[in-house]
C-alpha cells in the first residue's frame, strides 16, 4: 500500500508483484521527464527517459507512461525484485531551460 | 567510464572551517552541476558549468564557491558554513547543458556542520 504524510512516500510491494510509482508534474511547458533510483548512501541513478511527444516508452522492466492532459506520469516496474527497494524521483525539464525540477520522491519497499 | 567521483565520502567540519568539496568525470562532459540533498528531499540545483563558465547560480550564498578548472574537474569550495547547510552534496554531470540531456551524478559528499 501507500502512505503519505511526514515521511517520504512509502509504497510496499511483495517480491514478484509489479510496482507503480506515480508523480504530479508541476508545467505544463515540460517537455522531458526522467526517472532516477536513489539507493541508500548513493547518489541518484538515471532509469529511463520519455519526451513529451511520446506517451509511452518502455525499458528492460520498466515502463515509463506520460498523460499530458493531467500532467501525470508512472513508473511501471515489472516483477519487483529486492534490489528495487529505493526511493525513485521524477524530474521534469521546462522546454527553453537547463534545470531540472525533481518530484518529491517515493520509496519502493520490497517485501519478500 | 561512466562514471562521477566525489571526494570525500564524508566531511564533518566546524563553522569556521574551509574546505573544498572535489569532483571527477572522464566521460567528456562539457557540463557539470552542484546539487544540495537534505534527507527525505529531492536534490536542489545550486551551480551550472558549461564549457568551464558558470552559467546558473541559483541564489546560493557566497559561503559556496564553485571552481572548474578544467572540463573534467569541478570544486566546491566551503567557508564560514552554517549547521543548516549539513547535507548531501551531489556532483552531476552531461555532455552539455540542453534539454534532454540526461545527468550522471556521483555517490555524494555527506556534509555535516558542526
Known amino acids: 500500500g501507500e502512505s503519505v504524510g511526514l515521511h517520504l512516500p512509502t509504497l510496499s510491494v511483495q517480491e514478484g508483484d509489479n510496482s507503480i510509482i506515480n508523480c504530479a508534474y508541476s508545467?505544463?511547458?515540460?517537455?522531458?521527464f526522467i526517472w532516477y533510483k536513489q539507493e541508500s548512501g548513493k547518489g541518484p541513478q538515471f532509469i529511463i527517459d520519455?519526451?513529451?511527444?511520446?506517451d509511452k516508452r518502455q525499458g528492460q522492466r520498466v515502463t515509463v507512461l506520460l498523460n499530458k492532459t493531467v500532467k501525470h506520469l508512472s513508473l511501471q516496474i515489472a516483477a519487483t525484485q529486492p534490489g528495487d527497494s529505493a526511493v525513485y524521483f521524477c524530474a521534469e525539464i521546462v522546454g527553453g531551460t537547463y534545470k531540472y525540477i525533481f518530484g518529491t520522491g517515493t520509496r519502493l519497499k520490497v517485501l519478500a | 567510464d561512466t562514471e562521477v567521483t566525489q571526494t570525500p565520502k564524508h566531511l564533518v567540519m566546524g563553522m569556521t572551517n574551509k574546505k573544498s568539496l572535489k569532483c571527477e568525470q572522464h566521460m567528456g562532459h562539457r557540463a557539470m552541476y552542484w546539487y544540495k540533498q537534505k534527507a527525505k528531499k529531492p536534490p536542489e540545483l545550486m551551480f551550472v558549468?558549461?564549457?568551464?563558465?558558470?552559467?546558473i547560480n541559483e541564489s546560493v550564498p557566497s559561503r559556496f564557491s564553485p571552481e572548474c578548472p578544467n572540463s573534467s574537474l569541478l570544486n566546491l569550495h566551503l567557508h564560514a558554513l552554517q549547521p543548516e547547510d549539513s547535507a548531501l552534496y551531489l556532483c552531476?554531470?552531461?555532455?552539455?547543458?540542453?534539454?534532454?540531456?540526461?545527468?550522471?551524478f556521483g555517490s555524494g559528499t555527506q556534509l555535516s556542520v558542526l
Open positions: 552531476a554531470s552531461s555532455q552539455v547543458v540542453a534539454t534532454n540531456e540526461k545527468l550522471f
Open positions: 558549468y558549461s564549457y568551464e563558465k558558470l552559467s
Open positions: 508545467n505544463s511547458a515540460s517537455d522531458y
Open positions: 520519455i519526451r513529451s511527444n511520446m
